[in-house]
């Protein structure tokens, strides 16, 4: 599968008082340049001068330009975008007044990004698992695919995992988790959870096996049916069962620790 994707855009976050690029977002952007690099798609470093109440002010207080960044705050982003080119990407830098996740998000909806890519602010957390609020609210209102980075993480994608409920939007979390593990040759892992129906509670033991055998059949045929056309360097690994599909996304996860996980 060739990934069609004519642009990625990722979140650029400067600390205030230093005007450099926080670490979240470092890491955020050399991996939007990798995907961008393998999908032949632009680059767009997006950088929002929203400041809410809390926001650690530079020393002597606000910019005249409110939010703009200073001196620095442009020779940083100017530095990531110089790094970007130089790899053979087409890379700009963007500015907005609305809050990040907001500004992101109306982008692709306005069709300006086949891809979001945003970075946790920093690994301070004493949950490492903990999302940060941008990236909640990207994962739950962003119209598109978003891609979500810790700031600790090396890129290094060993194992990717997937989860698919069979839907249409899953066949395209296989194509995207796919793609990914053959670009980094990477293992992949399938994760489906399917449960028994509630009418055929009532049903006998006997029937209810027969039952759970062709859930399991027809998403095992599914998967495969969906993979036979992607480029793997290997077979991928289906992890089947029946189970909620919280509990079985959660248990691969802490099982298999994935250093990509692909869901919808």
């Given at each position: 599968?060739?990934?069609?994707?004519?642009?990625?855009?990722?979140?650029?976050?400067?600390?205030?008082?230093?005007?450099?690029?926080?670490?979240?977002?470092?890491?955020?952007?050399?991996?939007?340049?990798?995907?961008?690099?393998?999908?032949?798609?632009?680059?767009?470093?997006?950088?929002?001068?929203?400041?809410?109440?809390?926001?650690?002010?530079?020393?002597?207080?606000?910019?005249?330009?409110?939010?703009?960044?200073?001196?620095e705050g442009w020779i940083a982003l100017e530095t990531l975008?110089?790094?970007?080119?130089?790899?053979?990407?087409?890379?700009?830098?963007?500015?907005?007044?609305?809050?990040?996740?907001?500004?992101?998000?109306?982008?692709?909806?306005?069709?300006?990004?086949?891809?979001?890519?945003?970075?946790?602010?920093?690994?301070?957390?004493?949950?490492?698992?903990?999302?940060?609020?941008?990236?909640?609210?990207?994962?739950?209102?962003?119209?598109?695919?978003?891609?979500?980075?810790?700031?600790?993480?090396?890129?290094?994608?060993?194992?990717?995992?997937?989860?698919?409920?069979?839907?249409?939007?899953?066949?395209?979390?296989?194509?995207?988790?796919?793609?990914?593990?053959?670009?980094?040759?990477?293992?992949?892992?399938?994760?489906?959870?399917?449960?028994?129906?509630?009418?055929?509670?009532?049903?006998?033991?006997?029937?209810?096996?027969?039952?759970?055998?062709?859930?399991?059949?027809?998403?095992?045929y599914s998967i495969l049916a969906r993979l036979r056309h992607?480029?793997?360097?290997?077979?991928?690994?289906?992890?089947?069962?029946?189970?909620?599909?919280?509990?079985?996304?959660?248990?691969?996860?802490?099982?298999?620790?994935?250093?990509?996980?692909?869901?919808?």
């Open positions: 599968m060739v990934l069609a994707l004519a642009r990625v855009l990722v979140g650029v976050d400067l600390n205030p008082r230093e005007q450099s690029v926080r670490p979240g977002s470092a890491n955020a952007v050399e991996q939007s340049a990798w995907i961008a690099r393998r999908a032949g798609a632009e680059l767009v470093l997006l950088h929002s001068t929203f400041l809410d109440d809390t926001a650690e002010l530079p020393p002597g207080g606000l910019p005249a330009t409110e939010g703009q960044p200073t001196a975008r110089q790094q970007c080119e130089s790899e053979g990407l087409t890379t700009t830098i963007q500015l907005s007044s609305e809050r990040p996740w907001l500004a992101l998000a109306r982008m692709a909806l306005r069709g300006e990004a086949g891809l979001v890519v945003a970075g946790k602010r920093d690994a301070s957390d004493a949950d490492p698992r903990k999302l940060g609020s941008v990236a909640t609210k990207l994962m739950r209102k962003c119209p598109g695919p978003v891609w979500l980075v810790k700031p600790g993480h090396d890129l290094s994608h060993k194992l990717v995992l997937s989860a698919t409920d069979l839907s249409p939007l899953g066949d395209e979390v296989l194509d995207w988790a796919s793609w990914i593990a053959g670009q980094g040759e990477a293992a992949l892992h399938v994760v489906h959870a399917y449960q028994l129906p509630r009418e055929s509670l009532a049903s006998s033991p006997r029937e209810q096996a027969d039952r759970l055998d062709a859930l399991r059949g027809r998403a095992q992607q480029s793997l360097e290997r077979e991928a690994v289906l992890h089947i069962g029946r189970n909620t599909p919280y509990h079985a996304i959660l248990e691969a996860v802490e099982h298999l620790h994935p250093d990509l996980l692909v869901m919808g």
